[in-house]
């Protein structure tokens, strides 16, 4: 019989794909994309339709030039893009977005080889380019009970408090409000309790295990509490008001740009919430989530080389 | 008691709902057998017969090549036709056809050993070596050889492998419901053999009747522990086996007597029984010809020596989609390009997959998801196994311990991007040992 196929075991695959992956991401990014287009209307959609299409065009678009097979059906460009998009503050101009795109897409995705080959998170590394190159548009932002733009974050209200003025700590806007997310900031990070919803159902996917954001999270929180002066509701504020659940659940656990070994991600997520915290409490910048993912990002492959498993029936790791 | 297994491992379908509840029917002797002399890791059996020559049923028609080698009986009585010298999956065979004059004549050697109490182990040892007997799971390796360990290798546990791991596979799940005593009966010949006075037998939750089986056979004696392991691929794998229920880990280069265990396959301590009490050598066993392939699965009781034409035939011949013949199961057996080859000591399995359920997705770009990781059960990074040796970087796929690979397929299997990890280590391990053998 001529017809049989003689491939190499296995003979048989999961039925999980990385469409499938990528699918399950942008589902747990709904819930913060809704409270975000509640909470800031039609400015915040159309950018959320520009960075995904945007996205998804430069990629189409980049490898029909370079002759690749065109791989924007595994929908990582629209992640990518939809992300970007939550990491804008909602009144930014629309030409943002496919500035944004092509800068997270092109440069920092394709050019280092797409998909699992880019050395940062292509949505972080575009929000630092946007943030350098626009930095009026990216820090003003839209008080969602009040409509009134500022620059006056909670996170941005305690810094100033903290260099002082006391009294500025009564502008701070509720932790419950925080919670739910009814406070000025990008589109994306407002909602904690959104956010959490998606987490717990990247765990139930298993498309993430709890290490990185548990640890991330946790640690900001700890590290706060130690390092700013024990005050559990300035560490709360710490964790809920600003980028760090978005970050921590959605950018530090990008595959492409985090270990893929156990300790390695326990190492690499208790470092980003040290460089956060180290940012917010000895820095200038009432922020840190951004700069935290990016160095954290391009220290992985070291974290990887030193944390590589101990192979089984051999006493010791050893170093790759 | 928790459940006792190993870290890594996938959850695999088990696919066995096709021939679990069907007991083992005899195969209708085949016209002709065509008796491999390489059915065992180590030197091939030596022809000793001559064309022409009548052979009975039991008789040695290969003798063992070496110290590590294992006899070959005839399965049928009848007329040797031809010797032939040809290429089976692409290894220089010798192959012994021999024409079934349909007698099952029986050679005058087939007689009852003796009983456990009365046979010395050295007596014990040296029948198996005239057995012909050799793991069955798959590897092949002569059983005899595993029970001689060198003096300074101290063996205290002897596990009875009975997890059958692999999806659509339900030999062993029937010999141990059918052939429960044999069992019993086989393993303490070997537990003689290698001086220990207990022993495991470890059989995967999936398959609680034959644990009750078990169970109920042993009720009494102290002997024997059945031990329920996690239904988990590869949960079968010798060393994995070893780790789940002594936590030794077999170090790396090693063999599971270097942690003191020698692990033996349900079929192969059966095969001991048959040969000691009815002095049967292992001319026949148990294969699941299975599948969404055949018209009609069923778990066979085999001659050594079956074409593969003659099984499926038996098994309802193949279906009009089947497009995959693959010898063993699906997460570690050879697809084969041709049903004109034989069956031999360790063809446990017989899949043919229609052309849906043999569909392998395109490998797509790694996105570093880390899954491979997670499942291998000896702790490696298949992704960059196989990222540097596709890219020719021997060097540096060497640093992530290929060697270690015990070829599960567990990484491929899970790869979301449906890449072919294991396929790749495969192709770095047969590089660095040419390459070491160069130098």
């Known amino acids: ?320 | 008691m928790g459940l006792f297994t190993f870290r890594g491992g996938a959850q695999v379908p088990h696919s066995k709902e096709r021939t679990e509840k069907k007991p083992i029917v005899n195969c209708p002797p085949p016209e002709a057998v065509f008796l491999s002399m390489r059915q065992h890791i180590g030197a091939p059996a030596k022809v000793v017969v001559q064309p022409g020559e009548e052979v009975l049923k039991g008789q040695v028609i290969g003798q063992a090549g070496g110290f590590v080698s294992a006899h070959i009986h005839s399965s049928v009585s009848g007329t040797v036709k031809k010797i032939h010298n040809m290429k089976v999956m692409g290894v220089d065979t010798t192959v012994v056809e021999i024409s079934n004059d349909g007698n099952e004549t029986w050679h005058e050697s087939v007689k009852k050993i003796g009983d456990v109490a009365d046979l010395t182990k050295e007596e014990i040892r040296k029948g198996l070596a005239e057995s012909g007997i050799v793991g069955m799971g798959g590897a092949g390796f002569p059983l005899h050889v595993k029970l001689s360990p060198p003096p300074e290798k101290v063996i205290d546990t002897f596990i009875i492998n009975g997890a059958e791991c692999e999806p659509y596979l339900t030999t062993d799940h029937r010999l141990m419901l059918e052939g429960t005593e044999g069992i019993l009966l086989g393993a303490r010949f070997v537990m003689k053999a290698l001086g220990v006075d207990s022993c495991y037998i470890a059989v995967e939750d999936n398959k609680p009747d034959a644990i009750d089986a078990l169970k109920n056979a042993v009720k009494g004696d102290n002997a024997f522990q059945v031990v329920s392991v996690r239904t988990k691929y590869p949960q079968g794998a010798e060393k994995q086996l070893i780790n789940a229920i002594t936590k030794r880990e077999v170090p790396s280069g090693g063999l599971p007597m270097d942690v003191g265990c020698v692990v033996s396959n349900i079929a192969t301590v059966y095969a001991v029984g048959e040969y000691f009490e009815k002095g049967i050598p292992l001319i026949e066993r148990v294969c699941t010809v299975t599948g969404s392939g055949v018209n009609e699965p069923v778990n066979l009781r085999i001659k050594n020596g079956t074409k593969l034409s003659h099984l499926i035939s038996t098994a309802g011949g193949l279906s009009e989609d089947a497009v995959k013949v693959i010898l063993g199961g699906p997460m570690m057996g050879n697809a084969v390009d041709s049903l004109d080859i034989a069956s031999t000591k360790t063809t446990g399995g017989l899949l043919v997959l229609n052309e849906e359920d043999a569909r392998i997705p395109e490998p797509t770009a790694c996105m570093r998801c880390g899954r491979c990781s997670d499942v291998c059960p000896v702790f490696l990074q298949p992704a960059y196994i196989s990222f540097y040796t596709l890219q020719g970087n021997l060097a540096r796929a060497e640093k992530y311990h290929p060697l270690d690979c015990i070829e599960c397929g567990s990484c491929s299997f899970i790869c979301p991007a449906k890449r072919p990890l294991v396929h790749s280590i495969r192709v770095a391990k047969r590089q660095i040992l040419e390459n070491r053998k160069k130098s």
């Open chain 1, 1 to 320: 019989m001529e017809l049989l196929q003689a491939t190499s075991s296995p003979h048989i695959r999961a039925p999980e794909t990385t469409t499938g992956v990528m699918r399950d991401v942008l589902i747990a990014l709904l819930p913060t994309t809704a409270v975000g287009l509640y909470n800031f209307g039609l400015n915040a959609g159309l950018l959320v339709i520009l960075c995904v299409a945007s996205s998804v065009l430069f990629e189409y678009v980049y490898q029909k030039m370079m002759k690749q097979t065109v791989s924007v059906n595994d929908l990582s460009a629209a992640v990518t893009g939809l992300i970007l998009a939550l990491n804008l503050p909602s009144n930014a101009p629309l030409w943002i977005a496919p500035i944004g795109s092509f800068f997270a897409i092109i440069i920092v995705k394709q050019l280092f080889g797409g998909l699992g080959q880019n050395f940062m998170n292509p949505a972080m590394g575009a929000r630092v380019f946007l943030v350098v190159s626009y930095p009026t548009i990216m820090t003003r932002f839209v008080d969602p009970i009040t409509d009134a733009i500022s620059q006056a974050t909670p996170l941005a209200i305690i810094k100033t408090a903290e260099v002082g003025g006391a009294e500025l700590f009564n502008q701070l806007p509720s932790l419950k409000d925080s919670f739910l997310g009814f406070i000025p900031g990008t589109i994306g990070e407002t909602s904690t309790i959104a956010l959490l919803i998606g987490l717990i159902y990247l765990l139930v996917r298993k498309i993430i295990t709890w290490h990185i954001p548990v640890i991330y999270i946790g640690g900001v929180f700890g590290l706060t509490f130690l390092l700013n002066g024990f005050d559990v509701s300035m560490s709360l504020y710490s964790v809920i008001a600003g980028g760090v659940f978005l970050g921590g659940i959605f950018m530090l656990t990008d595959y492409a740009t985090s270990p893929m070994n156990r300790t390695g991600q326990i190492i690499y997520a208790f470092g980003a919430a040290l460089i956060t915290v180290l940012i917010r409490v000895f820095g200038g910048y009432n922020e840190g989530v951004m700069f935290s993912v990016l160095l954290m990002n391009m220290l992985t492959p070291m974290i990887e080389h030193y944390t590589a498993p101990r192979v089984f029936g051999t006493e010791k790791r050893r170093a790759n």
